[in-house]
């Protein structure tokens, strides 16, 4: 009895190890799809309504350029600094759960004698 004790514990351990990665995998490529669509959506919306005036104006396609790398460079190196940020921590999801509840059940078929 003692030494499938000591398997369940090892198994518990185990299976608690793999969800604590699968989480911490879980919240770092969730950040990571929030960051690119932050820095891509700012992006796009600079090109909606600048978009004309370096399509007039070629000097300032470059100057778009410039900023459009400087934005995506920084934004990359926030993100990169994030995921090692998460990656010094023990992290656990905590799943949504929902409780069903039968009380009106239950009280119904109690008055009624079942």
Not at 4 to 11: A, G, I, T, W
Not at 15 to 43: C, H, P, V, W
Not at 45 to 52: D, L, Q, V
């Given at each position: 009895?003692?030494?499938?004790?000591?398997?369940?514990?090892?198994?518990?351990?185990?299976?608690?190890?793999?969800?604590?990665?699968?989480?911490?995998?879980?919240?770092?490529?969730?950040?990571?799809?929030?960051?690119?669509?932050?820095?891509?959506?700012?992006?796009?919306?600079?090109?909606?309504?600048?978009?004309?005036?370096?399509?007039?104006?070629?000097?300032?396609r470059e100057v778009w350029e410039k900023a459009r790398t400087e934005v995506l460079?920084?934004?990359?190196?926030?993100?990169?600094?994030?995921?090692?940020?998460?990656?010094?921590?023990?992290?656990?999801?905590?799943?949504?759960?929902?409780?069903?509840?039968?009380?009106?059940?239950?009280?119904?078929?109690?008055?009624?004698?079942?």
């Open positions: 009895m003692d030494r499938d004790k000591k398997v369940r514990d090892v198994m518990r351990r185990e299976n608690d190890e793999k969800y604590r990665y699968q989480s911490k995998k879980r919240l770092t490529t969730n950040i990571n799809k929030k960051f690119t669509t932050t820095m891509i959506g700012a992006l796009a919306a600079f090109e909606k309504y600048f978009g004309n005036v370096w399509e007039r104006d070629p000097r300032w460079d920084v934004g990359n190196k926030n993100l990169r600094a994030a995921e090692q940020e998460i990656s010094e921590y023990t992290i656990s999801w905590d799943r949504h759960i929902t409780e069903f509840r039968f009380n009106d059940i239950t009280k119904k078929e109690n008055e009624n004698g079942h």
